[in-house]
Structures are given as structure tokens and as C-alpha cells.
């Protein structure tokens, strides 16, 4: 079937199958293979996209879901070239080594952000807010991190 | 790629109806989805026409009806933690708390759990505490059926082809009351290995049990009532003694298997513990004390 | 948060203040593409026209294939090439040896009709008796999972080897036995002799980024491009398993390279050769072969299951008189080398830690029809880390000795020869770790709990593993630098960056030497095994000790060709302390565009070599409570007080212990790929536990202690495998303290520890 949808602001159109996760649409049809692919299970969290603002895994989304809504994935987060501020909170504390997981974490925390988190941070209200998403590398200390000081400079801002 | 697969997203109930109705044969329901696609890739479903309920918006809708509060099927997790109405309900919310992880909450459904029938479920022992209906409608027809009579077999829903899952509706507790629920799992978030839920309404002096409704995930066919530990306590005065004695008993209503999340032993166990600390937390949440 | 680098006075401030890159924490240099989603790694690449492989494999453990049928895969419309494992390149012959062992492959136009063609082949197999007891299966009457021992699979590190104990006669993949001094006479000498067996579990590294290779031809040459964390030695074992010439096959790294722990470094028995098979079927076109969730459980390595009985004698005052360790490890079917590292690191690793005067190790790696084992992060000295120190604690807690003073009074110090090789131990900071990791910890410990259901207990653990592959042979590294006259420099090694920070760490030092501005710098890969010819990669923890030293030393070449091209034109005592900043070339208050000394670029070559394989160490602390009823377990502060010599970037050293805390976590508490006779019950994230932030230590300090090794980059040494064996036993020990129970099964589940309090009366 046909959809139509929002993908990182453009209005596009796709050819889907109920049989297809939104996942692989995105990877293979528009080239964002920002989108991981990791565990086919819904656990690892590597595949994870905004759907209308909320953080889901792409790999569990039936592709025609997407239709009439709007999908960001990690490379519609920056602008002009500019990072998002949470990608630029994740270079700066080192929250990342290999990157493979990093798309996943960055859209989950960008959810968070924007459902007001506790200010200060809390440090296990960051740790519920990410715990669908896996990482191998880091045992997550600099991912806190990068969370928690996303919060305190948008209060900032 | 299933060239003769159909997917419909009705916008009001009685498409949705009709269009199940019409293919009511080889039609599949979808909320949340995520149950499904898991399935498709695994192979076990070979549904070729969705009906996907999720653009109707009486569907998402939460309200509170002469006493008793009505959550559409496809209100998601995320919705309904969320949501105002629910917050007195403190069984729930703590389910609502424990269900895997946010990107999880925020696509899965009510109403999509409830047809998935899954034993290991945290959302319906609290249901069941709750004495929950399950309003079920079919282009002819609405019936509402306890939850309890709803699950009866292993991840079976007793909903027939042609009808859907419309709304969960369930009382709001009266009296003096608590509730509360405590599960094990391997890791935060993961299915439980065990989960226990419980309801407590108390006397007057907040010293005895006029009600007491258990339930546990994770440790039979379907999630369960355990009878033996309430009417034990119905009845009887508040006490540390008691509740860890009742507790006991929830052995004679489950029947848990040797699995990967562990032996049937340690379940058995688990059960007991889980039901004495769910039955504490909700007597202290009543406002009682120990 | 509450992780910091500790700043207490060291005498490596002073040190540190007169670096400029190195010793600071320079923002990693490969972050960008990261989280931007811009970053390919090997299975985002998607040449045009490539073909999706799908594999039939074995469900049986241990079978004669009689026939495959293939006519239905054969007539799909899509599929292009269907080949069963006798027409495969490399050793296979008709029995399939565990769960997941290749019937047959295809290539087809898509990947989801390669499955279903795949799925369409119909094999008769015959069962053979398994064996899955790797004690058993070395004594004789038990099956036989290759007819003879150590067979030949091309697999790096094989060596002849006679096995003394006449016990054990079949399905051998490798022995090591030494014996130091009369241990017997150690055990009459002791006042206290103790013994106990320790079991590991079976652990996947569960790398995210699942294996995959594109492999095409090239003439009769195949090419595959994948990350292979040992690129020219992987390309070795792979022309040795396909029965190739070397030259004749090349290995490319993709664009962006994939976290290992050493799971990428050695390649795949159904992976490499299964997709060279079907590229030639096909003429050669690519072949994109991307292992699912489940075949990287099934058909890649996980760390060996190994069984250490350990035998220790002390005296009433706690010296070590001797020890006996007896080591069985699980390779699962197939050999690939690995085996020999995980015997002969357990071997080793007992006498770089403590001063032991007789010693006696005997260890075996035997095949069984169970999942292939192979590298993860600290090969071997992690599952005897486990085992020993589990043992100490035991030892000294039996003994009535404070665990922590009895490790103090038999550590190794400065200057000790290893008693295996002779060679000396040139820097320890073991007791450092100590003091410091344990005064940082007693200022976060919790203490006891008042509640009855909450037991709470610490324990700690030292470890160590090594910095480099001297113990093999001599390490050495080359690197080439090459300037352009805008005042870029390419640095091109042959260690490549998984993510630990290997561009970055080279990056700092090529800046340290040449005085060039880290932006200017762009550190590249080998990408290609067909560019070098010693090219080992970033295995055993070597990359910042021994690639760390050949930048240095190419930097320092660097600079003292520019002064060369100088010396014609300035008095050579002006030009002595020369520095590159932007285009030019500073001395004194004087300086010189680049374009005006050479035209196009220069190049400095770097190299090092060493084999002094230093140790690294760590004491590592950790607080548990445990919930005495359902028996879960909450690691409520950890310290990692970790020697690496001298930090170069103290972040990016944290990163490396947080990271291996969370996997030593999983060793210790949750993680273990079950096998029912060979069969995995948990091939999946959803059953087999990962863990996610939630079940990392509520608080966690890193203690970075410098105990400057002389042989290394500005006195460093490795990182990466060190900081894995303290880890479960620390955790452990903690339990063992809080509970008073020894658990010497790890993974130790809720449910064991639940069900053995239950057993003890002890919350009764």
C-alpha cells in the first residue's frame, strides 16, 4: 500500500507492506541508515525514531502506521548543520565510543527533554528514561551524563 | 513483501466494525502493533488484512462514567500513566511504571494487551484487582465480559472474529483502600518472573480487611486470582502474622513452570513474597499500619 | 554525576602540566558522523546489484548429512545461487558439529526471499551421539567431534603439543602444562591448604552492530569488507581456510568500524568462507551476508565456558607456598585459535599478580558439540581472574586473614621476575589500587542495613592482563605521517578505532610531537590488508602502548626532517626546538611557511617494538545489597582503582572501565547463552540478559593510578582487557560477604542466591 507521511519535515510518499517494520523502509528506501538495525526484538532500542514527537522502535512500527503522522530520525535532528543540542551534549561527555547505539540514545533523550524532566536531574529518572536502549561500550556513566547536562543548559537557554 | 496484504485505518468505529465484519475471516486488529510484528517476522501470523484502530479517536479516549472509569483500547501506556483519571489508582500505576521501557509505552495498548492474552503481562493482575470488564463490540453487538473470564486459556482471548476489544472499565475504589504492585525480573523492565498484585479495602479503625483481591502474573496459563489468600483474609484484623501466613497460600492457586526466567520452585517462592510485600505496600497506602 | 577523575596530588601532575594534547581530556575525534547518523558501518553499505545471503544451519548438534534438497530454493524466481556445504570453499565435509554449523546457503535478490529459500531446503541428517561435558569429552569413550586432535583450520597460534596426562586422549584443542618449583613440597610447606572449583559462564559480547561482510571477486582474488579488529592475520586464516593463497585475499575495512571486544578478531567458520562461496557462484558480484540476532548467538563466539579447580596453600601468617590450578575450557566445535589464548593466559596470569614459589598449571581446551567459543575482551585472564580471586577471598575469609592484607603480602612489585619467562615486572601500581581504590570506597560505602531483608556486604578484587602480544612474540607497530603544506597531517596506523579511542589517543600524541593543532590532524586506517604487511590491529589491548610509541616516534621523525631542510638555511642551534603551528614552522621568534621547504608533502615513518608485554593492574571494590527473599542483587557503589601507566585521555580511560563494568556485571549476575545438550534457549535480547543503565552501580568512581611503565608512550599501558578481571569477583566476593554463602557458579542468578539463603535458614 501507498502512505503518505512526514519524514524530517518533507512530505513524502512510500510503497509498504503491513509485513515490513518502519525500520527497513527507512533504511532502504530513503538511505537513513541512521536507524540501526540490531536485535529484530524490540529490546536494543538501536532503531529508535520520533513518531510525532514520541520515541518508538522502529523495528516493532508496522510501516503503514506512518501514514498522516510524522517521523524524525537522528538525521533530521540537526539543522543547518548545526548539532541538536543533545548531540552536541553527547560529544561533549564523551557519551559514546563506537556510535552504533548512539542514534537510539539521542532520540530517546530528545523525548525526554521535551516531557519536562525533573530539573536538577534526577539521576534514576534519566536512568528509566533510557533504559530501552543498550549499549555496549560505555556502562552508561557518560550517557547519564550527556542527559543530565542536556537538561541543566536547556534550562539555560 | 505481501502483495495481496491489506491495511485499513478506519477514522471512526463503525468502518472499523464493518470492515471486520466484512473480512471477519482473516482480519487482524491492530493497536500498537507491536505484538504483531513481532509475529509476522516470526511466522506465527499470516494475517493478511489489518484493521488498525488506532486513528479513532473514542478509542484513545479515558473517562470517568458514573463511578466507574472507561480506558478506550487503544489508549497507549504512555496515555495512560499519564493520564489524570488514573492517578488515584495506585496498583496500576506501579504496573504502568514496571512495563518494559518508554519507546515500548508509548506504542503498546491496552487494548492490545488484553487481545494478546500474554500470562506474563504486568497490566492485568492489577486489572484483575480492580475487578475490570472487558467491553467487546461487534457491528450486531456489545458485551462486557470480566477480565477474569476473558483470559481463560493460554494467550487466548474469548473475543470472536468479527469483534474487537473496545474499552477496559473498572470501579472506582470506594472506601478506605490501597493497592500496590510488586514484581521480580531479571532485569528493569524485562517480563516479570513473577508479579503480584494487590487491592485492599479496610475497615473503619484501619485495623481489619473488608476486601482483599490478589492477582499474580507470569505463574500459569493466564494471569490469576489468588482466592486462597483473600478469603483468608477478608474478614480478619490487620497483621503482620496474618498477612505472612495468607501469603503462604497463594501456592494452591498457581501453577508456574520451569522456564528460562527460573524453576517453578523459586516462582512459588517469589509468589509468596511478592503477595506479602504487595498486601504491606497497599495496607500502608490505606493509610494502615503494621 | 558521581563519576569523576580523581584529582588528588599525583606525582604525574607536574607531568601532566607540561603536555599540551596528551594527559588531557581532547573531546574524542570520531564523534561527529556518530551522532549525526552519518556514520556507515559495514552493514549500512549497499553496493548496486548486490545479492542478500540466508544460510540453512544444522538444528541438530552432531549429524551425518545423507542428502540436501534444494530443487524448490533453486527454482524461486530471485534466487541466484544455491550451494550446499560440500560445494563450500574451505574444510567442510558431510557432519555438522553443533547447533547452527552450515547445510547450506543462498543468494538471492532480497534478503527476505534469501530466508525463504533457505527455509525451503530440505536436509536428511543422521544423528551422531554428542558430547557436551568438555571434561568428558577429552577422556576416551566419549564421541569424537573431529577424529583426530588439534586439527588444522588455519587457525592463528596453532602449535604442536604433547599432552602429559594420560587421561586425557581425545577431541584435544589445545594443552599447556607448566610446573615450577615441587608444588607438593608447597602444600607440606603451607599451614592452610585449600581447594575449590570455579565454573564461568558461556557470555556473548552481543556487539549491537551484528557481523556482517560483503565478499566479491576480483579475479581470483576475493574481497571482503567488513571490520576485522586483526585485519592481515584474519586475512591469513581466511586464504588458510579456504585453502588460498594469501595475497589472494583482501580484506576492506568499511567507512566506519564496528565495536568488537574481540569478536571481530578472527573470522567465522559459516560467515567469511560461506560468502566467497556463493560471490564465485555468481560470478563474482557482491554478496552481502549480515548475521540476524540469532546466528550472532548461534554461529559467532562467545567467551569460553571454563571449569579452574584451584589449590592453594598459605602459611598460619598468609604467604603463598604453592598452587595447583587445573583448567578445563569449552572451544565448542571448531578451533580457531583462541583456546591456546585462553590456556596460556591461565597459565600466566596467576604468577604476574602474586609471588607463588610453586606452581603447577595444567589446562586443556577440548571440543565438544556445543557453540564455538572464541576472543572476548580479556581472553582467558577474565575467566581466571574470576576463578582466582573468588578463591582468594575464600582462602583468607577461611583462614581468618583480612582478604584484602592477604593479597597485599604476595602481590608481585617492580622488578619481580615472572617466573614463567624471566622477564621482569618494570611498573605495578597494584598497591596504589589498593589504597587509593579502597580509601575512595570507604568514603561511599553505605554499610550495613537495618533492615533484616537487605543484606548488605563489599568485597574486592585485584586483576591484571597484559599490554600487547610480547608474551606471543615481539609486538611491533608501524606508522606513517604524512605532512602537506597547508599543515595538515595524515597519520595513517594499522590499529583501527572500535570506538575505545585509538584516532584519538594518536591523534593527542602525533600532536604532543610535532606541536600540530589536533584539528589539523586526520588519523586513518590501513583500510586495506593489501597496504601493509605486519598489520595486527587493535587486539590484546596493544594499541596505545605499542602504535602510542611508533606515532611517537614518527612525530620525532617528522621534526627532525623538517630541521633538515632548515639546517641549509638557519644556525643549527636555533632550529633545535622547532614546532609546527597552522602552514608554518616556529623556532625561536622566527618562522617558516611549509610551502616554503617542500612542494607537495613529506612523509615520516614511525616504528616501535617491544616484548616486555607489561602487566596493567586493578583493585576494584564493590558494595552489594542483596534482597534476602527474592535474592536480587543491587551494586550499590563500585570503585575501579585501574594502573594504566600514565592516562592520555583520563575520560576516555573512565569510558573504558565503565565499560567493562557493565559487562562484568552481566558475568557475575546475568548473562549466560543457555545450552540444553548444545541447543541455545536464549538466542535473543529478549531472553538473554543484557543489562541497560538501570542495573550499573548506583554510584560508581573511576581511580586512575599512573605507575609511568618506562617501555610505554609517556609512561602508559593498556586499558581495554585490564580493567575485565576484577570486575565479577569483586562483585562476588561482595555477595559472598553479604551472605555468607560462596557461590563459585557464575552467573550468580537471583534465584541461586534466593533459593541457597532459603536452603541455609538464614532469613528464617
Not at chain 2, 94 to 106: E, F, G, K, M, T
Not at chain 3, 14 to 22: G, T
Not at chain 3, 457 to 468: F, S
Not at chain 3, 581 to 605: A, M
Amino acid at each position: 500500500m501507498n502512505i503518505t507521511f512526514e519524514l524530517n519535515g518533507k512530505i513524502i510518499s512510500a510503497e509498504v507492506s503491513p509485513h515490513q517494520p518502519l525500520r527497513d523502509i527507512l533504511r532502504s528506501q530513503f538511505d537513513l541508515t541512521g536507524v540501526k538495525v540490531g536485535c529484530h526484538s524490540g529490546r536494543c532500542g538501536v532503531c529508535s525514531v520520533l513518531l510525532d514527537g514520541k520515541v518508538i522502535k522502529s523495528c516493532l512500527l508496522m510501516a503503514p502506521k506512518a501514514n498522516g503522522r510524522s517521523i524524525t530520525t537522528i538525521e533530521g535532528l540537526s539543522i543547518n548543520g548545526e548539532l541538536h543540542p543533545v548531540q552536541q551534549s553527547f560529544k561533549d561527555n564523551f557519551a559514546l565510543q563506537c556510535g552504533y547505539c548512539t542514534p537510539g540514545f539521542i532520540m530517546a533523550t530528545v523525548d525526554y527533554l521535551s516531557s519536562s524532566p525533573s530539573n536538577p536531574p534526577v539521576r534514576d529518572e534519566i536512568k528509566t528514561a533510557i533504559k530501552g536502549n543498550v549499549c555496549r561500550c560505555t556502562g552508561y556513566e557518560k550517557i547519564i551524563s550527556a542527559v543530565s547536562n542536556a537538561i541543566t543548559s536547556s534550562e539555560s537557554l | 513483501m505481501n502483495s495481496s496484504s491489506s491495511y485499513h485505518l478506519p477514522c471512526d468505529l463503525t468502518s472499523a466494525l464493518n470492515l471486520l465484519s466484512e473480512h471477519s475471516d482473516s482480519a487482524k486488529i491492530v493497536a500498537g502493533g507491536q505484538s504483531i510484528m513481532l509475529l509476522l517476522r516470526q511466522g506465527f501470523l499470516s494475517s493478511d488484512i489489518f484493521i488498525d484502530i488506532s486513528d479513532i479517536s473514542e478509542l484513545s479516549e479515558i473517562s470517568i462514567q458514573g463511578g466507574a472509569i472507561h480506558v478506550g483500547a487503544a489508549t497507549t501506556y504512555t496515555s495512560l500513566e499519564n493520564s489524570l483519571e488514573i492517578q488515584p489508582y495506585s496498583v496500576l500505576l506501579d504496573s504502568l511504571h514496571v512495563i518494559a521501557d518508554p519507546q515500548i509505552r508509548n506504542l503498546g495498548t491496552i487494548g492490545g494487551a488484553l487481545g494478546h492474552a500474554d500470562p506474563s503481562l504486568d497490566i492485568v493482575p492489577p486489572l484483575l484487582c480492580l475487578d475490570a470488564n472487558v467491553v467487546v463490540q461487534s457491528l450486531n453487538a456489545t458485551r462486557a465480559i470480566p477480565l477474569s473470564d476473558f483470559h481463560q486459556e493460554y494467550m487466548t482471548a474469548d473475543l470472536s472474529k468479527d469483534e474487537l476489544i473496545h474499552s477496559i472499565t473498572f470501579n472506582q475504589p470506594t472506601g478506605i483502600h490501597g493497592g500496590a504492585y510488586e514484581k521480580v525480573a531479571n532485569v528493569e523492565g524485562g517480563w516479570p518472573t513473577v508479579g503480584v498484585a494487590a487491592q485492599v479495602k479496610l475497615g473503619e479503625n484501619i485495623d481489619s480487611f473488608l476486601d482483599v483481591k490478589i492477582a499474580l502474573a507470569a505463574v500459569g496459563d493466564t494471569a490469576i486470582r489468588s482466592y486462597s489468600v483473600e478469603k483468608s483474609l477478608i474478614g480478619s484484623e490487620i497483621s503482620m502474622d496474618s498477612i505472612r501466613e495468607s501469603s503462604k497460600l497463594v501456592c494452591n492457586d498457581i501453577d508456574p513452570l520451569d522456564d528460562l526466567s527460573g524453576s517453578a520452585g523459586y516462582k512459588t517462592h517469589l509468589a509468596g513474597v511478592l503477595c506479602q510485600r504487595a498486601l504491606v505496600k497497599a495496607i500502608n497506602r490505606a493509610g494502615g499500619s503494621l | 554525576m558521581s563519576t569523576s577523575f580523581n584529582s588528588s596530588p599525583n606525582p604525574n601532575d607536574e607531568k601532566r602540566s607540561s603536555l599540551d594534547a596528551v594527559g588531557h581530556n581532547v573531546v574524542k575525534v570520531d564523534m561527529d558522523d556518530k551522532v549525526t547518523g552519518a556514520a556507515k558501518y559495514g552493514s549500512d553499505i549497499q553496493p548496486d546489484g548486490v545479492l542478500h545471503a540466508a544460510l540453512l544451519r544444522s538444528r541438530h548438534v552432531h549429524a551425518v548429512i545423507k542428502s540436501v534438497d534444494t530443487s524448490v530454493a533453486e527454482s524461486m524466481e530471485g534466487v541466484k545461487a544455491v550451494v550446499t556445504r560440500d560445494q563450500l570453499l574451505g574444510q567442510f565435509d558431510d557432519r555438522v558439529r553443533y547447533y547452527g554449523d552450515v547445510i547450506a546457503a543462498v543468494a538471492a535478490t532480497t534478503p527476505e526471499l534469501a530466508i525463504k529459500a533457505a527455509d525451503s531446503i530440505i536436509p536428511i541428517l543422521e544423528s551422531l551421539p554428542s558430547v557436551h561435558d568438555p571434561k568428558q569429552a577429552i577422556r576416551s569413550g566419549s564421541p569424537k567431534v573431529h577424529d583426530v586432535n588439534n586439527p588444522d583450520f588455519g587457525q592463528h597460534g596453532r602449535h604442536e603439543f604433547t599432552v602429559d596426562n594420560v587421561e586425557y586422549v581425545q577431541n584435544i584443542d589445545d594443552y599447556h602444562y607448566v610446573h615450577i618449583g615441587d608444588v607438593e613440597q608447597g602444600f607440606l610447606e603451607a599451614d592452610f591448604v585449600f581447594e575449590h572449583e570455579y565454573i564461568s559462564p558461556r557470555v556473548n559480547p552481543c556487539n549491537l552492530d551484528t557481523h556482517c561482510t560483503i565478499a566479491e571477486w576480483d579475479g581470483d582474488t576475493v574481497v571482503f569488507t567488513e571490520t576485522l579488529g586483526a585485519p592481515s592475520r584474519s586475512r591469513d586464516e581466511i586464504a588458510d581456510l579456504l585453502g588460498m593463497p594469501h595475497d589472494k585475499v583482501r580484506v576492506v575495512m568499511p567507512p566506519v568500524i564496528s565495536s568488537s571486544f574481540g569478536a571481530r578478531s578472527v573470522p567465522q567458520l559459516s560467515f567469511e568462507p560461506v560468502a566467497a562461496t556463493l560471490s564465485r557462484e555468481v560470478g563474482g558480484s557482491p554478496i552481502k551476508l549480515w548475521f540476524d540476532r540469532e546466528e550472532e548467538f548461534t554461529a559467532t563466539d562467545h567467551r569460553h565456558q571454563t571449569s579452574y579447580n584451584i589449590k592453594m596453600g598459605i602459611t598460619s601468617k598468609g604467604m603463598i607456598t604453592a598452587a595447583k590450578i587445573d583448567l578445563v575450557a569449552d572451544t565448542g566445535a571448531y578451533p580457531n585459535g583462541v583456546g591456546h589464548i585462553v590456556l596460556s593466559n591461565g597459565l600466566s596470569r596467576p604468577l604476574e599478580i602474586y609471588k607463588i614459589p610453586h606452581y603447577e598449571f595444567e589446562g586443556v581446551s577440548a571440543f565438544t558439540n556445543n557453540l564455538i567459543a572464541g576472543e572476548f575482551r580479556g581472553i582467558g585472564s577474565t575467566q581466571l581472574g574470576y576463578a582466582l580471586e573468588s578463591h582468594m577471598d575464600e582462602m583468607a575469609r577461611r583462614a581468618d586473614i583480612d582478604p584484602i592484607k592477604f593479597r597485599l603480602m604476595n602481590f608481585v612489585e617492580e622488578g619481580y621476575a615472572r617466573p614463567n619467562t624471566g622477564r621482569p615486572i618494570e611498573s605495578c601500581g597494584l598497591i596504589e589500587c589498593v589504597e587509593r581504590g579502597l580509601s575512595t570506597f570507604k568514603k561511599i560505602q553505605n554499610g550495613p542495613s537495618n533492615d533484616p531483608e537487605k543484606l548488605r556486604g563489599w568485597g574486592m578484587a585485584a586483576g591484571t592482563h597484559t599490554t600487547g602480544l610480547g608474551a606471543v612474540d615481539l609486538d611491533s607497530s608501524e606508522v606513517k605521517f604524512i605532512l602537506f603544506p597547508n599543515g595538515s597531517l595524515v597519520v595513517e596506523v594499522e590499529v583501527l578505532d572500535h570506538g575505545q579511542g585509538t584516532d584519538t589517543v594518536m591523534t593527542q600524541i602525533a600532536s604532543e610531537e610535532t606541536g600540530i593543532d589536533i584539528s589539523n590532524i586526520h588519523v586513518q586506517h590501513y583500510a586495506d590488508t593489501d597496504s601493509a604487511d605486519a598489520y595486527l590491529g587493535s587486539v590484546a589491548s596493544r594499541s596505545t602502548y605499542i602504535t602510542g610509541l611508533a606515532v611517537q616516534d614518527a612525530g620525532r621523525n617528522l621534526i627532525s626532517t623538517i630541521r633538515d631542510l632548515l639546517s641549509p638555511l638557519y644556525d643549527p642551534g636555533k632550529i633545535e626546538d622547532i614546532t609546527i603551528t597552522n602552514n608554518t614552522v616556529s623556532f625561536g621568534n622566527q618562522s617558516v611557511q611549509l610551502s616554503d621547504l617542500f612542494d607537495e608533502s613529506i612523509i615520516s615513518i614511525g616504528f616501535a617494538e617491544s616484548e616486555l608485554n607489561p602487566p596493567a593492574y586493578g583493585a576494584h571494590f564493590a558494595e552489594v545489597e542483596i534482597d534476602a527473599l527474592t535474592g536480587h542483587v543491587t551494586i550499590l557503589c563500585y570503585v575501579a582503582a585501574q594502573d594504566v601507566g600514565f592516562a592520555i585521555n583520563p575520560k576516555m580511560v573512565e569510558g573504558q572501565l565503565e565499560g567493562a563494568i557493565s559487562q562484568g556485571i552481566e558475568f557475575a549476575l546475568r548473562s549466560e547463552v543457555k545450552l540444553d545438550r548444545g541447543i541455545p534457549l536464549n538466542p535473543n535480547l529478549a531472553d538473554y540478559s543484557v543489562i541497560s543503565a538501570w542495573e550499573m552501580p548506583q554510584k560508581l568512581i573511576c581511580e586512575i593510578v599512573e605507575s609511568n611503565e618506562e617501555s610505554g608512550p609517556y609512561g602508559a599501558k593498556g586499558i581495554g582487557t585490564p580493567a575485565m578481571p576484577p570486575i565479577a569477583p569483586a562483585i562476588i566476593n561482595a555477595i559472598r560477604d553479604a551472605t555468607g554463602i560462596r557461590f563459585n557458579k557464575a552467573p550468580v542468578e537471583s534465584e541461586h542466591i534466593a533459593m541457597a539463603l532459603l536452603k541455609e535458614g538464614t532469613n528464617q
